[in-house]
């Protein structure tokens, strides 16, 4: 038996080790959790300083957002020196302060790490960057490469240099999707599509193998005239004459020819650049000029740095709130607008002395009708009170965006604003099908027939398809009927401009959808001017990011399954919650994937 006592002190030692593992990952989780949050403590105390002679640098990263989605908080904690996405309106701010700060004497754009940005943001920037300009301080650009995004941004610049390698991507723009269509039919699954609006084309993805003629016809009439301002803005920028933008795409390729296969060169022969350096030569370049001969070193100082070193007034008469994301029922999380944080927002708004008017910052493809409805409804009675509410359209208020919307005294869009989308639908599967494919037999009891209509394992149930069908219509006619009291338009011509179908900001000012095109500014100026207010009045923007482990995670999550959207699985994924009959739900979305 004594095998047995040694068999014992065995696992005594392997029990041991294992302790001793546990103990040691333990020791040094607690240690590195102490030296993050002493690093974040002795961040709080740290405020960079803006010396004389100083370079601010727009070296934007990551997607470009309404707001960030770390907080200086997160971004202490994790050590961090600048976030890894770009808030909008922190780069405004800093350009209007930048241009009257005399320790800073120019600009500089180096927005290689920029990955993507609204036609939109990309205008509200390159906006700031001539409202900088008019200070008399110049701004430069330089990169290795430019994407058509960075380069709409840097074609702001007086001047703009290129890397010797590098190349301008400037190649027009597209809307693209998959089509899951046979697919999901030969997995067996039947998708019921309850919608109102010819060109409500979001459920066709999930139907079809190829687009309908009705999502060509209404891609390519907003896509060309959103193609149009933005090269219009270019070559504005450039001093180039029209249709220059167009001509070098079409004569690229003799153009590369001509160059020997050098990209640089192409650009410059083309006057989208003025010159080919290196970074150091454009540094050297940029200090002796801003030196006037006089050789001298410069600050360069990013524009997170910058933006930290900011005093933002806690209250102001005229207060912004952000609407980003898709909008659900419930809490906001990043990249969602939850009704439920927007509408505590605004009743808190509303019952604050001190604020005499609101600017609703709408960057949203829409979302749940249910919700939409409910922040409108909180929007009004805003206004109710006496306070006008200015809406500014962003990159998109579509759909459920224009939904809320409509709550506005006055509607700003942008002139590439993506809006209208005005039409409902609604998603159910069954897998009745599928479940004889793969010789899975079901059974149920139940009391009446409306306790087990939702069931996925047989088909949609007639009497279920016509309540959906008829809840469906009704949610359409409320909308084109709120659209119709909110803006003043006979109901006839809503149902022309509606139908689900999408708009440029310009497109939507010629169909009275909106009042008038215009930037941020000047949708603060209008917010002003209702309120009676005067012209110097401050604003101040309402930031409703969580600063908690669980929105932390969320925005990771979000990270690691973007990749997912090169190949058009976000659609798939983003409306998973859509398949579910336990859950009803109508919905007022518009899927529009564009980016410059």
Known sequence: MFIFRYIAKFFKLIGKVFCAIGAFCFGAIGLAVILILGYGFLSAFYQPSIPKQSVLVLDLTGEVLELPTESPLSMQLFGS??????ALHDVIASLENASKDDRVD?????LDKLESAGIDSVREIGLALDRFKTSGKPVFA???NFSQAQYSIAAHANEIYLHPMGFIGVKGLSSDRLYYGDLLQNLGVNIHVFKAGAYKSFPESFTRNSPSKEWIEAESYWLNDAWHSLTTDIERSRGLIPESVNHYIDTLVENVQHSQGNLAQAALEANLIDGIKTYDATISYIEEKLSKGT????????VYDYASTLLTPISAPVAVLIAEGEIREGESEPGIVGAETLIEQIQALKEQPDVKALVLRVNSPGGSAVASEMIRDALDQFKKAGKPIVVSMGDMAASGGYWISMAGSEIVASPVSITGSIGVFGLAPTFEKTLDKIKIGHGSVSTTWLANAEKLSGPLDPRLEKVLTQS????YADFTKLVSQSRGLPIQQVQIVAQGRVWTGQQALDRHLVD??????FAIDRAKALAKLPPNTNYTIVNSQVEDISSLLQGSLKKWTAPLSFMGMDALLMNAQLFNLNEPELYAHSLVRCRP
Do not use: E, M, Q, Y
């Open 142 to 144: 330089w990169g290795t």
């Open 472 to 475: 469906v219509a009704r949610t």
């Open 295 to 302: 050789p001298s070193k410069f600050n360069f100082v990013s």
């Open 81 to 86: 020196a600048s976030p890894t996405n770009t």
């Open 106 to 110: 120019g600009v500089l754009l180096k």
């Open 516 to 521: 008038s095109v215009g930037d941020f500014n």
